[in-house]
């Protein structure tokens, strides 16, 4: 299994241009998750789905959109970006059985700088 | 005050070492509790889950203190590969709709 993973690695972009990030998971995972990640700060909800077709707002949902479309993809759209969204990205994914709270699976992160 | 706090550290201790990190909450309702490990430019990986009783891996025992809010990361025997960032990590639902990651306490293990 791949587990999470996360397309593109890197990315730079002009303050305006707008970007995709994909997430995809192979374990079959109902929850997907965004986060972002500054230094000095923990790792804050973007958006999450709780499963195919459906998504939700998390801690700091402003400028970003995303979408679910398959269980195993979970999209996250920059319409037009700001220096402000220059972090580091990690998607990341659990899986939910019988009320057990699981642990979250990360990918390896999407490094975006804006300028 | 910030829902998960953590001493940023760094913590810098030499090999062989018994290091204690300790973690709070401020949400009394809680329902989960984990300690995840992030190295250098990577993604957070789950150390281990923290329980009511307490529970231990190998070198590493975690402790939950519900009364007083906070969990506790002790590690024993240090090794130069413990050498990471430790997230503390909260959900306050089974939904894990609300899971807050404490900023991460730096630890250097040296030789």
């Known amino acids: 299994n791949a587990g999470v993973t996360q397309t593109p690695k890197f990315r730079v972009l002009k303050t305006g241009q707008s970007m995709t990030l994909l997430c995809a998971q192979d374990m079959n995972h109902e929850y997907m998750y965004w986060y972002r990640q500054d230094p000095g700060m923990g790792l804050r909800l973007i958006h999450y789905s709780v499963g195919e077709g459906t998504t939700a707002k998390g801690e700091v949902p402003d400028g970003y959109n995303v979408s679910r479309l398959k269980k195993q993809n979970f999209l996250l759209g920059l319409e037009s970006a700001a220096p402000s969204q220059t972090s580091v990205y990690f998607c990341a994914s659990k899986p939910i059985a019988g009320g057990k709270d699981y642990e979250q699976y990360f990918g390896p992160g999407t490094r975006l700088t804006v300028t | ?111």
């Open chain 2, 1 to 111: 005050r910030k829902e998960v706090e953590q001493d940023p550290g760094p913590f810098n201790v030499p090999e062989g070492a018994t290091v204690a990190f300790n973690c709070t909450y401020s949400n009394s309702a809680s329902q989960s509790f984990f300690w995840y490990r992030q190295d250098c430019r990577k993604e957070p990986k789950l150390l281990m889950s923290v329980y009511s009783s307490g529970n231990e891996d190998g070198r590493f025992t975690a402790q939950l203190n519900r009364a007083s809010q906070y969990i506790s990361l002790l590690i024993r025997d240090s090794k130069l590969s413990d050498s990471a960032t430790y997230l503390c990590v909260v959900n306050e639902g089974t939904g894990g709709f609300k899971t807050i990651f404490g900023a991460g306490t730096r630890l250097f293990v040296k030789a």
